[in-house]
C-alpha cells in the first residue's frame, strides 16, 4: 500500500527558508523509473507543481520560482525533501507530494497535504 | 510553458446524469511514443487528490469504469457517465510532456 505524508512548519515569517518533508512508504525511491513530486495549492484556488525528483536524483523545477527551490531526497528513509528560500505571503498555500507512476508519468499517489502560512 | 484551458468553472448536473469535462493545451501533448502525457485528477473536501486517468484515457487501477477519459492533440474530455453523489468533486487536468508541468484551472462538479 502506497502512502506519503507531508510535515512542515505550519507557519513561518517572510524572508525565512520553507522546509517541507514527504515521508512515504509501499515504494522505493531507489526503484528505476521511480519519482515524487512536490505541488501547492493556495487556498481556494488551483494546483501549481513546483519540482520533480526522480530515482536517479535527476531534478526538474517549476523555472517560476526562480531558483528559490531545492529538492532532495533521502533514500534510505523514505523521505523526500524541499526547501523554498525567501518566503513571502505568496507562498501560503497547502503542499502536497506525490508519487510519480513509473511508465504513466502523472502523480498516481498523492499525501494529503500540509498547510503553511507565511505571515509577519 | 504549455497552457491547458478548463473553460467551464463549474457544471451544474443532477446525479444518474453524464457530464463531460474538458481540457484544452496550447500545443499538441503527443509524444513520439505514440501515447498523450495528459491526466486526470479528483480533488474532494477532507480526502487526498485521487488520479483518474492517465495518457489521456488510460483508467488508473481501481477507478470505476464510469470515469472516461478521450481526446488527441490538444483536445481532451473526462467524461463521467450516471454521476453518483461522491462525484461532485473538483476535476484539474495536467499536463507532463513538458516541464514545468502544468494544471488545468479546475472544473468543479456541483449538484444541480
Known amino acids: 500500500q502506497v502512502t506519503l505524508k507531508e510535515s512542515g512548519p505550519g507557519i513561518l515569517q517572510p524572508s525565512q527558508t520553507l522546509s517541507l518533508t514527504c515521508t512515504f512508504s509501499g515504494f522505493s525511491l531507489s526503484t528505476y523509473g521511480m519519482g515524487v513530486g512536490w505541488i501547492r495549492q493556495p487556498s481556494g484556488k488551483g494546483l501549481e507543481w513546483l519540482a520533480n525528483i526522480w530515482w536517479d536524483d535527476d531534478k526538474y523545477y517549476n523555472p517560476s520560482l526562480k531558483n528559490r527551490l531545492t529538492i532532495s531526497k533521502d533514500t534510505s528513509n523514505n523521505q523526500a525533501f524541499l526547501k523554498i528560500t525567501n518566503v513571502d505571503t505568496a507562498d501560503t498555500a497547502t503542499y502536497y507530494c506525490a508519487r510519480i507512476g513509473t511508465g504513466s508519468g502523472d502523480f498516481d499517489y498523492w499525501g494529503q497535504g500540509v498547510m503553511v502560512t507565511v505571515s509577519s | 510553458q504549455i497552457m491547458l484551458t478548463q473553460q467551464a468553472e463549474s457544471l451544474w448536473i443532477s446525479p444518474g446524469e453524464r457530464v463531460s469535462i474538458t481540457c484544452r493545451a496550447s500545443?499538441?501533448?503527443?509524444?513520439?511514443?505514440?501515447?498523450?502525457?495528459l491526466s486526470w485528477y479528483q480533488q474532494r473536501p477532507g480526502q487526498t487528490t485521487k488520479a483518474l486517468i492517465y495518457?489521456?484515457?488510460v483508467r488508473t487501477d481501481g477507478v470505476p469504469t464510469r470515469f472516461i477519459g478521450s481526446g488527441s492533440g490538444t483536445e481532451f474530455t473526462l467524461s463521467i457517465e450516471h454521476v453518483q453523489p461522491e462525484d461532485f468533486a473538483i476535476y484539474y487536468c495536467l499536463q507532463t510532456l513538458k516541464s514545468p508541468l502544468t494544471f488545468g484551472s479546475g472544473t468543479k462538479l456541483e449538484i444541480k
Open positions: 495518457h489521456a484515457s
Open positions: 500545443q499538441s501533448l503527443l509524444y513520439t511514443d505514440g501515447k498523450h502525457y
